[in-house]
């Protein structure tokens, strides 16, 4: 590195001059004290200083200097440039050789640290670029990190980045007080399927470097990747969404084609029969077709209920109603309209009166145990035992409802709450596979949580909640006048 890098060059050259004359001088008092062979080696160091500091030019033209000086002072005869002694002139020819030589392994060392610490400045800044364009998918945002480098390198002006793409924007820093010249340099921003924009730098100082030029096109071109990058991101995310769209929308249509059927044919033959003259008004079969077109119609709204709730889950819309609520009056509720469809399970419930108010939305909480209970009642073995139980757990309610059906691989536990993923065939139980997608979408929405784990006779689900509501704890219970 040259220390004085403010001098200019005319002036490197009388300095070199003026520290040659000074050394002289000094060398000059002490003539008759020194050795011919050590005034030459003395005069090495500041050829070496020189080279080092203003390079290879002043360090040659002072080895010149230096030869004529020393033949002058110090070869007798002094104060001519004749040589009489052949040793005289050895040493002439050797200290010439030896100055000129190391004014230009010096200069050589110097302009080979100078191009090595161009180089490690020139990489740092393309890492600093590439680590802070690196996962950035937003154009805009690419531009604006791609600017402010380009003007922290070329310390212009002004810098202009026009993006000409399918939504084309510019970027200026500094945004204001924009020169009104035309811009002095332009690097297109380019890639293989064309130009994406172009970069414009306003600097009325000095020309750029052939470097300079070259960093500022390696950036234009990191630019260029980065907004290609960005926009095959954009693309790919595109694609993604369309195919998630397109498997879902087959994966309704071939449950809900599946399912709606069978209670709509089941509706329609029961009708069917009634309107007939096969069944007469007293025949005991009545009774039987309209308690089926009953059972089937309450299904048949389980399953559309059951798409709309999916539908306001995945778009956010579906927000608990909450209030205090008594948890064994929703159990109750969700018991007594299930009667019918519990078949020959038992139901064995353990949730106590005591329990503490829940601040939960009161039908959205019954959806939750009606899609857990009818799970349990599809899989579960005819006569098996479903058990619904309830406790406190520090500031949260407990609640695990518990099954004898088949257990679920260890790998499948959280895929079960996937949207359409079954274990199970569809022909085999009956169901679209979003009960208990609505049931984690319901519970994570009063902030708890809901998972299954394999128990030793079967499968149980659990949840929890919090009973703190806004920071709120449970009101205390309404005291009944009668059980007083």
């Not at 050259?13 to 000074?22: K, M, P, Q, R, V």
């Not at 203003?54 to 104060?79: E, M």
């Not at 071939?254 to 209670?263: I, M, N």
Request: net charge negative; charged share 20%; aromatic share 8%.
């Amino acid at each position: 590195m040259r220390i004085p890098t403010f001098i200019s060059r005319p002036s490197q050259y009388l300095l070199a001059f003026g520290i040659i004359s000074l050394v002289t001088g000094v060398l000059f008092t002490l003539r008759d004290a020194l050795d011919t062979t050590l005034v030459a080696l003395l005069y090495l160091l500041p050829l070496g200083l020189i080279t080092a500091f203003w390079g290879l030019g002043p360090g040659i033209t002072s080895a010149l200097v230096t030869f004529l000086t020393f033949n002058y002072f110090f070869i007798r005869p002094y104060y001519n440039f004749a040589v009489h002694r052949p040793t005289d002139v050895v040493i002439l020819v050797i200290f010439l050789i030896v100055a000129i030589v190391i004014s230009q392994l010096v200069g050589r060392m110097q302009a080979g640290l100078a191009a090595a610490t161009a180089r490690e400045r020139e990489a740092t800044q393309l890492y600093e670029l590439s680590t802070a364009l690196a996962g950035l998918h937003d154009g805009k945002t690419i531009a604006q990190i791609l600017a402010k480098q380009v003007q922290d390198v070329s310390q212009g002006e002004a810098v202009e980045l026009n993006i000409t793409t399918e939504q084309p924007f510019a970027f200026r820093l500094p945004e204001s007080n924009q020169p009104t010249r035309p811009a002095e340099w332009v690097f297109p921003i380019q890639v293989a399927r064309g130009v994406l924009g172009e970069i414009r730098l306003w600097r009325a100082g000095p020309a750029l470097t052939s470097s300079e030029k070259r960093l500022l096109q390696t950036f234009a071109s990191q630019g260029a990747l980065a907004l290609e990058r960005a926009r095959l991101a954009q693309a790919e995310s595109r694609a993604r969404i369309l195919e998630e769209s397109d498997r879902l929308k087959s994966a309704i249509l071939s449950s809900v084609s599946h399912e709606l059927r069978t209670p709509l044919s089941t509706i329609k033959a029961a009708a069917s029969s009634l309107r007939s003259s096969d069944v007469s008004w007293d025949s005991a079969a009545r009774p039987e077709l309209i308690a089926a077109i009953d059972d089937e119609a309450d299904h048949l709204n389980m399953l559309v209920g059951n798409l709309l709730d999916m539908s306001r889950i995945e778009s956010g819309v579906l927000k608990p109603k909450r209030e205090w609520n008594i948890l064994a009056e929703i159990v109750g509720s969700v018991l007594a309209r299930m009667k019918h469809l519990a078949g020959g399970h038992r139901i064995e419930v353990d949730v106590p009166e005591s329990l503490p108010l829940v601040p939960v939305d009161y039908v959205q909480m019954e959806q939750v145990f009606t899609n857990l209970l009818s799970n349990s009642v599809k899989y579960a073995p005819e006569k098996s035992t479903i058990q619904v139980k309830a406790c406190v757990d520090g500031e949260s309610i407990h609640v695990v409802v518990r099954n004898q059906g088949p257990q679920v691989p260890q790998e499948h536990l959280e895929r079960i709450f996937d949207k359409f993923f079954r274990l199970t065939a569809a022909d085999r139980v009956t169901g679209t596979g979003l009960g208990l997608s609505i049931c984690k979408g319901i519970i994570e929405a009063h902030d708890g949580r809901l998972w299954a784990e394999n128990v030793p006779d079967g499968l149980a689900f659990n949840f929890t909640f919090p009973l703190i509501w806004e920071g709120v704890s449970p009101p205390k219970m309404p005291i009944d006048p009668e059980a007083e």
